[in-house]
């Protein structure tokens, strides 16, 4: 094996120099990401839902609508960076994504105090039109998730 030879992403099969940020191993440990690395990202992943500015990084690269790239600035900067999400990186603002909620905050379907990842009321599933591709979880916008389906 040479330094240059390919490398085959476990999760979509195609050859790559690296690994893209979908692999499991490129998980980032810090979950927050700067105002100036909001303003780069470019591009998401269609299969796993993560951001990166660079489309070569990403299984199955997308790019960044004007109203994602809205929501991402939107987040609240608090000591120089923005939440985001610990499964797909993107800059949330709170309750977060419906796999890595932001606890607490209340429940817009019931109006609860929701302090756990278990809430779950008929409000909210009865809106729900949305699953996410990798945990199966439902949502009643697609961008509570990682990355989301409609239902149909």
Not at 12 to 36: A, D, Q, R
Not at 86 to 104: A, E, T, W
Not at 130 to 138: E, I, M, N, Q, S
Request: glycine share 6%.
């Amino acid at each position: 094996m040479t330094m240059m030879e390919d490398f085959t992403c476990e999760n979509c099969g195609k050859k790559s120099f690296k690994e893209h940020l979908c692999s499991p191993n490129m998980v980032k440990k810090e979950h927050s990401i700067t105002k100036e690395e909001i303003a780069a990202l470019k591009f998401y992943c269609g299969h796993c839902g993560r951001v990166s500015p660079i489309e070569e990084n990403l299984c199955k690269p997308q790019p960044i609508d004007p109203e994602m790239k809205a929501k991402f600035e939107a987040v609240k900067i608090t000591a120089g960076k923005a939440p985001t999400c610990k499964n797909c990186d993107q800059p949330v603002s709170p309750p977060g994504h419906v796999c890595d909620p932001r606890l607490p905050y209340t429940c817009k379907y019931c109006g609860v105090e929701v302090k756990d990842m278990q809430h779950i009321c008929s409000g909210y599933i009865e809106a729900s039109k949305y699953f996410c591709k990798l945990c199966g979880r439902l949502a009643p916008e697609k961008d509570m998730l990682c990355s989301s389906w409609e239902l149909k």
